[in-house]
């Protein structure tokens, strides 16, 4: 009874881990279209973000 019990507790913490990881990844990417639908609206071709260090305006990266 006790394997069978902690087999099933692994495989609910596996996909529990597998479902936050997939939320994670949906909102990044939610994140991402919403920015580009807004850029396309607006006519831009990027969005300007403050570089902390030195004040100056940069264009944000993909990755962020």
């Known amino acids: ?3 069978q019990l902690l087999l099933l507790a692994a495989v ?6 597998g ?7 949906a909102e990044r990417v939610s994140s991402r279209v919403r920015d ?3 850029e396309s609206r607006t006519g831009a071709q990027g969005t300007l973000i403050e ?7 940069r264009l944000r990266k993909p990755d962020e």
């Open 12 to 17: 609910g913490a596996v996909a529990w881990l």
């Open 19 to 25: 479902y936050r990881r997939f939320i994670a990844e």
């Open 36 to 38: 580009a639908e807004k």
């Open 1 to 3: 009874m006790m394997p």
């Open 51 to 57: 570089d902390p260090e030195t004040g100056e305006y």
